[in-house]
């Protein structure tokens, strides 16, 4: 069985502030940091680091070849990324809040430059129960789900950032939705606002996709993790956040990765909360990645 993200890969421009900008405002930042970043090698670089053999497609720039050295260096396989020469890679700029929040204005660049060749090529050196893993920052993803569910491959499927395309998506097709709360309400068409608690939501999501394996973050409320078999509810570790931008890919890649192993879901879920939990409290998205030895003996 093999692993394989295909997503983003990002520069990220990183500014620490007392709050966020609001409109018509211009604020100084304390500090600019530049780190690698995109939901996709944040998540390639998370089941590196928690022992899987990760393969990572997707393209860059030419300013983006350090991003393919981070990756490396976590021990990802790269050879599925496209080097483009006529667009720039995808970036990010980021605001860090004094409490330790984010908000992000994303570009897509190469990262909106995938094409159907590519896919057909990268997907033919993978068969029937490898996984893959997508997210919402990369074009073609109703193609790659498509040709994905003809091998026979799992799906592995985090709609962020969420918009109109995930529906253009066979969602039928996923096996495995990672999702906050926020997402849930809004492929649910359901403003949750209207009364739903995240097992509720989790149990609505799994009605509508009975095949599916819903794992649905919760914030400070924790997660649950909920298919036909079994309910697991994991409470959160409790931190003191200075950057969130890489908690949720953390918890996705440390999950998936216990998954593949054959972990039960009380472990992976737990297992999955714990790397989240240490990423927060460091700065950047995948600089904040712990290894799996440091999520294992992780106590509070």
Same mark, same amino acid.
């Given at each position: 069985?093999?692993?394989?993200?295909?997503?983003?890969?990002?520069?990220?421009?990183?500014?620490?502030?007392?709050?966020?900008?609001?409109?018509?405002?211009?604020?100084?930042?304390?500090?600019?940091?530049?780190?690698?970043?995109?939901?996709?090698?944040?998540?390639?670089?998370?089941?590196?680091?928690?022992?899987?053999?990760?393969?990572?497609?997707?393209?860059?720039?030419?300013?983006?070849?350090?991003? %393919?050295?981070?990756?490396?260096?976590?021990?990802?396989?790269?050879?599925?990324?496209?080097?483009?020469?006529?667009?720039?890679?995808?970036?990010?700029?980021?605001?860090?809040?004094?409490?330790?929040?984010?908000?992000?204005?994303?570009?897509?660049?190469?990262?909106?430059?995938?094409?159907?060749?590519?896919?057909?090529?990268?997907?033919?050196?993978?068969?029937?129960?490898?996984?893959?893993?997508?997210?919402?920052?990369?074009?073609?993803?109703s193609y790659i789900v498509e040709?994905?569910?003809?091998?026979?491959?799992?799906?592995?499927?985090?709609?962020?950032?969420?918009?109109?395309?995930?529906?253009d998506l066979q969602l039928d097709?996923?096996?495995?939705?990672? #999702?906050?709360?926020?997402?849930?309400?809004?492929? %649910?068409?359901?403003?949750?606002?209207?009364?739903?608690?995240?097992?509720?939501?989790?149990?609505?999501?799994?009605?509508?996709?009975?095949?599916?394996?819903?794992?649905?973050?919760?914030?400070?409320?924790?997660?649950?993790?909920?298919?036909?078999?079994?309910?697991?509810?994991?409470?959160?570790?409790?931190?003191?956040?200075?950057?969130?931008?890489?908690?949720?890919?953390?918890?996705?890649?440390?999950?998936?990765?216990?998954?593949?192993?054959?972990?039960?879901?009380?472990?992976?879920?737990? %297992?999955?909360?714990?790397?989240?939990?240490? @990423?927060?409290?460091?700065?950047?998205? @995948?600089?904040?990645?712990?290894?799996?030895?440091?999520?294992?003996?992780?106590? #509070?």
């Amino acid at each position: 069985m093999k692993v394989l993200c295909f997503g983003s890969l990002n520069i990220d421009y990183t500014y620490k502030v007392d709050h966020f900008v609001g409109k018509g405002e211009t604020l100084a930042s304390e500090s600019l940091q530049v780190f690698g970043g995109g939901k996709g090698l944040n998540q390639s670089v998370a089941l590196a680091k928690a022992g899987v053999e990760i393969y990572h497609a997707g393209a860059i720039g030419e300013d983006g070849k350090f991003l %393919l050295q981070i990756m490396e260096a976590a021990g990802v396989h790269t050879e599925y990324v496209m080097e483009l020469t006529n667009v720039r890679s995808g970036n990010a700029i980021i605001q860090n809040d004094r409490e330790g929040d984010n908000c992000i204005l994303l570009y897509g660049g190469a990262n909106q430059s995938i094409t159907k060749e590519h896919v057909d090529r990268t997907l033919s050196h993978f068969q029937r129960e490898d996984y893959i893993i997508l997210q919402n920052e990369i074009n073609e993803l109703s193609y790659i789900v498509e040709k994905a569910h003809e091998k026979g491959m799992k799906i592995v499927l985090n709609p962020s950032p969420m918009n109109e395309k995930i529906f253009d998506l066979q969602l039928d097709y996923i096996d495995y939705f990672i #999702l906050n709360e926020i997402e849930a309400g809004q492929i %649910l068409r359901q403003d949750i606002k209207d009364g739903y608690n995240g097992a509720e939501l989790a149990e609505a999501l799994l009605k509508r996709f009975p095949s599916s394996s819903i794992v649905l973050t919760m914030g400070g409320d924790g997660s649950v993790f909920m298919d036909q078999k079994e309910t697991v509810l994991q409470p959160v570790y409790k931190v003191k956040a200075v950057d969130t931008t890489a908690a949720g890919d953390t918890f996705t890649g440390f999950f998936i990765s216990g998954i593949t192993k054959g972990l039960p879901v009380i472990q992976a879920m737990d %297992l999955a909360s714990k790397a989240a939990a240490i @990423a927060v409290t460091r700065r950047g998205a @995948a600089p904040s990645i712990p290894f799996l030895e440091e999520a294992e003996r992780f106590t #509070l």
